[in-house]
């Protein structure tokens, strides 16, 4: 082989390496640009257990996450109560300033309506301005393939 063919070639292995590592590079920013800790921060908060302690945990963290990643402009919290932990939400819970607090400060608060119906509760025995969900496993799952963070304190 002559000079100039040796030459040439070593040359278009040095151009397709280049755009090899090149596409890598830009898969790799791309992957980046749309993973779930791109932008805004998003977070779920299990709550089941029927002990005021970890009611005020659940509450504590997501007060914490929004104070650490500077607001709730800036992160998604969501608490999820179902079982046991339905308590929380009820109209004589000891926690019930808290949770008007943390809604008062962009965090959404879902009881689970399976739960509900299993205990006879109305919306009526419920915390004012919460939400409903159909089921909270059912939400925490659908909120973990959207990229929110699993917590259960």
């Given amino acids: 082989m002559n000079r100039t063919a040796d030459l040439r070639s070593r040359s278009l292995i040095r151009i397709t390496l280049i755009s090899l590592l090149t596409l890598a590079f830009l898969s ?3 992957a980046e640009a749309n993973s779930p800790t791109a932008g805004k921060q998003k977070m779920v908060i299990q709550v089941s257990d029927n002990s005021p302690g970890k009611w005020n945990l659940a509450l504590n963290n997501a007060r914490n996450a929004q104070n650490a ?3 709730a402009d800036n992160v998604d ?3 999820v109560v179902y079982g046991p932990g339905i308590g929380m939400l009820e109209m004589d819970s000891e926690t019930g300033n808290r949770v008007a607090n943390a809604l008062d400060q962009g965090v959404k608060i879902v009881a689970c309506e399976n739960t509900m119906r299993a205990r006879d509760l109305t919306k009526g025995d419920m915390l ?4 409903y969900v159909p089921a909270g496993v059912i ?3 659908k ?3 959207q ?3 699993y917590i259960r304190p």
Avoid at 128 to 131: A, F, M, N, Q, T
């Fill in 147 to 149: 990229g929110y963070t």
């Fill in 139 to 141: 939400e925490i799952m």
């Fill in 128 to 131: 004012p301005d919460i939400g």
């Fill in 69 to 71: 990643l500077g607001g």
């Fill in 28 to 30: 790799i920013t791309a």
């Fill in 77 to 79: 919290v969501e608490i």
């Fill in 143 to 145: 909120q973990q393939q």
